[in-house]
């Protein structure tokens, strides 16, 4: 008998799934929902269905909304009400058409990766600085330990760059390059973690019935 085994979820707690997906945890400004990004807090007065809406869905007349006074529930989405303004020193390349605000994205490994390469190349180029990479990082949910370790990776191989065309620093690109032969690793583009590269799509790191059911969900109903 042939056994065939395959990875189809993982089962984790909120702190350790976000820990072990290096991403940040509910409290924060764009993470506060598992999975997507989104500056929810900006826009949660227009989330709840407004009285219109409300009465639609009572009665299951469920339609596209367009409703222009709230998103009836909906946090992920093209709707208008869920622009969100754009940080201070994002990366402008980024935004298309020269958007002035941050649509909520669904996360996958793919964004978060295509996120950490292009931090690392753009930073490596000079074309962004250190605030524009932990800005775009940040606005990907990429907790804080690893943006500092994509800023350091990037940081030395950005270092060589300079170094390398400049005669008057021959000295230290000597001393660099004894570094980077011994520690290879530390001027490629930072690793990604291990989660992300396991096959499992980020959405397959569902909530445990457990601890929606009973983990301060009680508490919280009966308040």
């Given at each position: 008998?042939?056994v065939?085994?395959?990875?189809?979820a993982?089962?984790?707690?909120?702190p350790?799934?976000?820990?072990c997906?290096?991403?940040?945890?509910?409290?924060?400004?764009?993470?506060?929902r598992w999975?997507?990004?989104?500056?929810?807090?900006?826009?949660?007065?227009?989330?709840?269905?407004c009285?219109?809406?409300?009465?639609?869905?009572n009665?299951?007349l469920l339609?596209?909304?367009n409703?222009?006074?709230?998103?009836?529930?909906?946090t992920c989405?093209d709707?208008?009400?869920?622009r969100?303004p754009?940080?201070k020193?994002?990366?402008?390349e980024?935004l298309?058409?020269?958007?002035?605000?941050?649509m909520?994205?669904?996360?996958?490994y793919?964004?978060?990766?295509?996120?950490?390469?292009?931090?690392?190349?753009?930073?490596?180029?000079?074309?962004w600085?250190?605030?524009?990479?932990?800005?775009?990082?940040?606005?990907?949910s990429?907790?804080?330990?690893?943006?500092?370790s994509?800023?350091k990776?990037?940081?030395?191989?950005?270092?060589?760059?300079?170094?390398?065309?400049d005669?008057n620093n021959n000295?230290?690109y000597?001393?660099?390059?004894?570094h980077?032969d011994?520690?290879?690793e530390?001027?490629?583009?930072?690793?990604?973690?291990?989660?992300w590269?396991?096959?499992l799509?980020?959405?397959?790191?569902v909530?445990?019935?457990m601890?929606?059911l009973?983990?301060?969900?009680t508490k919280?109903?009966?308040k």
């Amino acid at each position: 008998m042939t056994v065939y085994m395959e990875l189809i979820a993982s089962l984790q707690d909120q702190p350790e799934r976000r820990s072990c997906n290096s991403l940040m945890l509910g409290a924060r400004r764009y993470s506060p929902r598992w999975g997507y990004t989104s500056d929810i807090g900006a826009v949660a007065q227009h989330v709840p269905s407004c009285i219109v809406c409300e009465q639609a869905n009572n009665q299951f007349l469920l339609t596209d909304n367009n409703c222009r006074r709230c998103t009836n529930w909906e946090t992920c989405g093209d709707h208008p009400l869920l622009r969100t303004p754009i940080p201070k020193n994002y990366p402008s390349e980024l935004l298309q058409h020269h958007e002035a605000f941050l649509m909520p994205k669904k996360l996958t490994y793919d964004m978060l990766q295509s996120g950490v390469l292009c931090s690392h190349a753009n930073f490596v180029r000079g074309d962004w600085d250190a605030e524009e990479v932990k800005k775009y990082l940040y606005s990907l949910s990429i907790n804080k330990d690893a943006i500092q370790s994509v800023l350091k990776h990037a940081q030395n191989a950005r270092a060589i760059t300079l170094l390398e065309d400049d005669p008057n620093n021959n000295m230290h690109y000597q001393v660099l390059l004894c570094h980077r032969d011994s520690n290879p690793e530390l001027y490629e583009c930072w690793a990604y973690p291990t989660a992300w590269r396991r096959g499992l799509p980020l959405d397959a790191h569902v909530d445990v019935p457990m601890h929606l059911l009973f983990l301060g969900i009680t508490k919280t109903v009966v308040k």
